[in-house]
C-alpha cells in the first residue's frame, strides 16, 4: 500500500503520514503553537520550503519509502509553481514542488512533490474519506472568504467564490474588487462590511425573528450560494456539493433547497445533492496527500 505525505500550508504547516488513504500517526504541526500565527507571514520563501522539510520528515518518521508529498495551498497553483499566493505573498512565482524535493533528497528522502490547491486538496480528501474517489466532488467552504474545490483532478481555473450571482452595481464587497461575486454576498469579511453596525451572527440571528432588512439579506445570501451552485450544475454537471467552513452554521437548507428548485430546471441536472461536511485539518491532509498519489501517477 502506498505511503504518502500529506501536508497543507495555511496560516500553519501540517503534515501528516498517509497509508491506504488514511492518515497513521500524529500530525506535525508548524509553529506548534496557534499563537505564533505570523510566524510564516513573515517567513521568507527559503525558510519555508525548509519548514516544509522538517514537518514532512517528521511526519515520515522511519519510512524511507514514501510514494509522494502532496502540499495542498491557497492560491492559484500551476504546474508545481504558485502563480498567486493572497495569504503568504513571498510564494508567488515560487517553485516550492521543485525546491522542497530537492530539499527533502539532501535530507535522504526522494520523492515527488506535487502542489494542489487547498481547496481541491479538501474535495480530495472528502472524496478519500467518504469512499467517493471515483465521483465528481463539489466543496464550498463558507468562511472568511468563499473557497469553492473540486475534485478530480483536471487542468484549469476554478475560482467558484468569485462566481458572478449579481447584476446589482451596489455589490461590490468582493476580496477580489470583482462586483456581484458570491464572496462578496457570502463571506464573512464582506458581510461585516455590508453591516457595518452589527455582526454576521447578529445579522442572522435577527433574521429569525423578523427583522426585515436582515430576513431579506439572509435570502440573497442562500440566493447566492444557489446561483453559484446552479452555475456549476450548468457548466460541469449535477452531482454532490459538500458544505463547509465556520459559516456553514447559517445555513438554512431548506431555503437554499427551496432556491435551487428554482434555478435548475432541466431534469437530466436536478440530479444534484448538498451535504454538510466537518471541515478539518485531517482530511485536508490526506486529500492533499491523495492528489499526490494521483500527480504521481499521471
Ligand atoms: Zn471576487
Known amino acids: ?160 467564490g468569485h462566481t458572478v450571482v449579481s447584476m446589482d452595481e451596489k455589490e461590490h464587497f468582493c476580496g477580489c474588487g470583482g462586483r456581484g461575486h458570491v464572496e462578496g454576498i457570502m463571506g464573512h469579511r464582506s458581510m461585516r462590511l455590508r453591516f457595518l453596525d452589527m455582526e454576521p451572527e447578529e445579522v442572522f440571528e435577527a433574521a429569525k425573528k423578523g427583522d426585515a432588512r436582515c430576513l431579506d439579506f439572509k435570502r440573497l445570501w442562500h440566493k447566492a450560494l444557489a446561483a453559484a451552485t446552479a452555475n456549476s450544475i450548468h457548466m460541469t454537471g449535477p452531482g454532490k456539493f459538500y458544505l463547509a467552513g465556520f459559516n456553514v452554521r447559517f445555513l438554512d437548507m431548506p431555503m437554499l433547497k427551496d432556491y435551487m428548485q428554482q434555478m435548475v430546471k432541466m431534469s437530466p441536472l436536478q440530479s444534484y445533492s448538498l451535504e454538510v461536511v466537518q471541515d478539518d485539518t485531517q482530511t485536508r491532509v490526506i486529500g492533499a496527500a491523495v492528489s499526490a498519489e494521483q500527480a504521481a501517477g499521471r
Open 1 to 160: 500500500m502506498a505511503k504518502l505525505v500529506g501536508v497543507t500550508l495555511s496560516e500553519r504547516v501540517s503534515a501528516g503520514l498517509v497509508v491506504d488513504h488514511k492518515l497513521t500517526g500524529p500530525l506535525h504541526y508548524f509553529p506548534e503553537s496557534l499563537d505564533d500565527e505570523y510566524a510564516l507571514v513573515e517567513m521568507p520563501t527559503e525558510g519555508i520550503v525548509r519548514t516544509l522539510c522538517d514537518r514532512v520528515l517528521a511526519a515520515a518518521g522511519e519510512e524511507k519509502a514514501i510514494a509522494a508529498v502532496g502540499v495542498g495551498l491557497p492560491g492559484l497553483i500551476k504546474n508545481g509553481v504558485i502563480e498567486e499566493a493572497p495569504n503568504l505573498p513571498q510564494l508567488k512565482g515560487a517553485r516550492i514542488a521543485e525546491q522542497l524535493a530537492a530539499t527533502l533528497l539532501e535530507h535522504g528522502l526522494a520523492a515527488p512533490v506535487s502542489l494542489v490547491n487547498d481547496a481541491d486538496g479538501f474535495a480530495a480528501g472528502i472524496a478519500a474519506v467518504h469512499g467517493k474517489l471515483d465521483s465528481l466532488i463539489r466543496v464550498w467552504t463558507i468562511g472568511i472568504g468563499i473557497g469553492y474545490g473540486r475534485y478530480p483532478f483536471a487542468e484549469g481555473t476554478w475560482e467558484g
